[in-house]
């Protein structure tokens, strides 16, 4: 959903919409491990609060009757990474538009004071405290790279998940792409791939990162301009962070 608001693409959004209860009906179902009714499923749905926040103003998403069959869990960053990271990615894309002769009308704007989300994440995580009343789980990604295992841990004993070790160490591999809302021309970018996902596609655990280091560069003002804007919003929600 998020990326088809970042695309505009009405038509799916409009398809959503039409087909929500049968959308909502299917995250919701019932499911089992090997089809053994002792040991349920769990479906986990993911979006950015930059795009889910604002596509669900008057939405049926916000009723508490919808809200209150998830159990929601936040995950934040420290702006003074986040941002950065983000900025390395999206001048890494437009370096790549230029190289590709991708047309100004078919390029999107990445990088903006309005796409962080740290502020949306914010109201999204009070709108849900107080329409639903439950306790969010949240988690602050420094946390989680350090105490991977208390984290995780703590993490699943809150949703009501048992913990497994395996939750602490993957395979390196190719991430397959699981969505089909299509921005114009950016998937198609040289690399694409190893822009956005490169170091998330190289990692064995949370911390650990195999192959390039970052590369250093120097940032703009503007950069610090917005993690300075954020870092409120991120203090707000590290006060109700996971604590191990």
Excluded at 115 to 142: C, F, H, P, Q
Aim: charged share 30%; hydrophobic share 35%; net charge negative.
């Amino acid at each position: 959903m998020g990326y088809a608001c970042k695309a505009n693409n009405t038509e799916y959004l409009d398809n959503i919409q039409h087909n929500f209860t049968s959308i909502l009906n299917e995250i919701l179902k019932p499911r089992y491990y090997d089809g053994d009714k002792k040991k349920p499923l769990r479906v986990f749905v993911k979006d950015l609060a930059v795009f889910f926040y604002n596509a669900l103003q008057g939405n049926q998403l916000q009723l508490k009757e919808i809200l209150s069959k998830f159990k929601h869990t936040f995950l934040i960053r420290n702006p003074e990474k986040s941002v950065k990271s983000y900025y390395r990615a999206a001048s890494a894309t437009y370096k790549a538009w230029d190289e590709a002769n991708v047309d100004d009308s078919k390029r999107v704007e990445l990088f903006s004071s309005d796409s962080i989300g740290i502020k949306e994440l914010r109201a999204l995580y009070d709108l849900i405290k107080d329409i639903t009343e439950e306790e969010i789980v949240l988690v602050d990604a420094d946390d989680l790279v350090r105490e991977p295992e208390k984290v995780l841990r703590k993490y699943c004993e809150m949703i009501g998940v048992e913990f497994k070790e395996k939750m602490l160490r993957w395979k390196a591999e190719k991430i397959v792409e699981c969505w089909n809302v299509k921005i114009p021309d950016l998937y198609d970018v040289p690399d694409y791939y190893n822009i956005w996902y490169r170091s998330a596609s190289e990692s064995t655990g949370f911390n650990l990162i195999n192959g390039h280091k970052k590369e250093e560069i120097e940032y703009p003002q503007n950069v610090y301009d917005i993690i300075a804007e954020n870092v409120p919003y991120y203090e707000y929600l590290r006060q109700h962070k996971i604590n191990v």
